[in-house]
């Protein structure tokens, strides 16, 4: 079951003027053709909202880089229609803390585990979807300078054609940790300095064993082969942080392998190189007047489990909502800042357990008695409910903690309509009635849908107002609150009218 077809149609994307004067506005600008930006553009055109992306990058990414899909991310694309992506991932039931492993196949999804996919693969499949619906994306397209008025934010910008302006109601950073809109707009970041440091490699013509999170006395070694590709990662304890304009090179890594595992693996070809490090950042705001941040140019970390692109994937289907909303002139006064309200403390706990993690991996052999302790942990049950809730971002919730059902993904409550499953996600908010003559049709300003409590996990609650995202804003058995919770999404005018661009 879909929910209601959006009521305004996908308006048309704007052209953009090639000559520096400012060409016709555009409602966003998104900065950063990535995975984030590449979601938030499908997100924003499929709620009728005409965007551009700016990228720096002359053609799409070809590296795998992030691998990783979690069970809510795999949830969200299933519900914007990318099953062909997903049939396209390996699924792993297991997950690690800091290569601790445990299982996540008891998680109530129908995506429970992880998936693995290479970030260009997800980045394509993204990149199509946001052609076929309209996105206007600028390649070779660098971002110059942002000026914010009382009703815009004009965008400088250099591409092929040279300088350019673009007006925008709302910029949104997609650009990643050292991208220029955080720059440019004076973000304020809570940051620390890189101490450690990573190499990896993808090389081919290897014949080394795997290893996963691999410790040994002189660093951490992982190896994992692939249709021919052996992807190669290591970290030297007590080697310097090299400051860098570029990629290693692979004698480098070769020599850094061997000093850590003793073996000689220079006689590979290397069709990747990398190096990263343990810095961090997290943007104390997430919004600032007509600018805001999503992904690593929000929260950057040590890229451990795949939680920096998950997390990132997250952002757009949070804001992209609220983004459009507001654009359009639906939403209630505050809605946008919810934005920060809900996905700045989740990127804070990512960060803590990143950094948990990596002192249990990297750490030297001082830290044997703490993953002791852990490995015990680990056995017990409730510990690893808690931690595959984390892993999968399954536990994640925008509501007062407790066990009340506002703030939750509606995705696990097992509701039906007439026509099928209850697709969690829509073009706006519902109004779900889970019992004979609640919330009966023309009495509220949103589309109502009977549906079935099929599980029984919803005793006593008889109607659910259900964001476009998924997730709970409200629930009970009585309507008497009921106009409050929507007046927290809705603008008063935008319930009585489909505003159009």
Not at 118 to 146: D, I, K
Not at 211 to 234: D, I, K, N, Q
Not at 409 to 436: C, I, Q, S
Not at 454 to 460: A, I, N, Q, V
Request: overall charge neutral; glycine content about 12%.
């Amino acid at each position: 079951m879909t929910r209601p077809p959006a009521t305004p149609p996908v308006a048309p994307a704007p052209s953009v003027a090639t000559a520096p004067s400012p060409g016709p506005p555009a409602p966003v600008v998104v900065v950063g053709a990535g995975p984030v930006g590449l979601l938030l553009a499908c997100e924003l055109r499929t709620a009728g909202v005409p965007v551009v992306v700016v990228e720096r990058l002359a053609e799409p990414m070809t590296e795998s880089r992030a691998s990783q899909l979690t069970a809510l991310t795999a949830e969200l694309l299933h519900e914007r229609g990318f099953d062909a992506l997903l049939a396209e991932a390996a699924h792993e039931p297991r997950a690690h803390f800091g290569g601790l492993g445990y299982d996540l196949s008891a998680l109530d999804s129908p995506y429970a585990g992880n998936w693995k996919v290479p970030q260009y693969r997800t980045e394509a499949f993204l990149g199509q979807r946001a052609a076929e619906l309209g996105a206007t994306v600028l390649r070779s397209t660098e971002l110059t300078g942002l000026t914010e008025g009382p009703d815009h934010v004009m965008c400088e910008v250099r591409g092929p054609a040279g300088p350019r302006r673009i007006e925008a109601r709302y910029v949104v950073g997609c650009d990643g940790a050292r991208g220029a809109v955080r720059r440019l707009a004076g973000f304020t970041v809570t940051a620390t300095a890189p101490t450690r440091e990573l190499l990896r490699a993808d090389v081919t013509g290897l014949a080394v064993r795997d290893r996963r999170f691999e410790r040994l006395p002189g660093g951490f070694a992982v190896a994992s082969t692939r249709e021919g590709v052996t992807r190669v990662m290591v970290h030297a304890t007590g080697r310097a942080v090299t400051a860098r304009t570029g990629p290693p090179e692979f004698a480098e890594i070769a020599a850094q392998w061997e000093r850590v595992t003793g073996e000689d693996i220079s006689g590979g070809r290397a069709v990747w190189l990398d190096a990263f490090d343990n810095s961090t950042a997290h943007a104390t705001a997430y919004r600032r007047g007509r600018v805001l941040l999503a992904g690593d140019a929000a929260h950057h970390h040590l890229p451990i489990g795949g939680q920096a692109l998950n997390t990132g994937l997250q952002d757009a289907v949070n804001l992209g909502w609220k983004l459009a909303a507001t654009a359009r002139g639906l939403a209630a006064p505050g809605l946008l800042d919810t934005y920060h309200d809900e996905r700045h403390p989740v990127a804070a706990r990512v960060l803590a357990h990143v950094t948990a993690q990596e002192l249990l991996l990297l750490g030297g052999s001082g830290t044997e008695p703490l993953r002791a302790v852990l490995t015990e942990l680990t056995g017990l049950d409730r510990v690893r409910t808690h931690l595959a809730a984390a892993a999968s971002n399954l536990g994640d919730r925008y509501g007062p903690p407790g066990p009340g059902l506002t703030g939750r993904r509606v995705a696990g409550l097992r509701l039906r309509t007439a026509e099928g499953p209850l697709l969690a996600t829509g073009p706006g908010p519902v109004l779900l009635t889970l019992a004979p003559g609640a919330a009966g049709p023309g009495r509220f300003s949103v589309p109502v849908l009977h549906a079935i409590d099929e599980s029984g996990s919803l005793p006593g609650i008889t109607t659910v107002l259900l964001r476009p995202d998924g997730y709970v804003a409200w629930a009970d058995d009585s309507e008497e609150d009921l106009d409050q919770a929507l007046g927290k999404l809705l603008h008063p005018e935008g319930r009585k009218r489909n505003a159009r661009l």
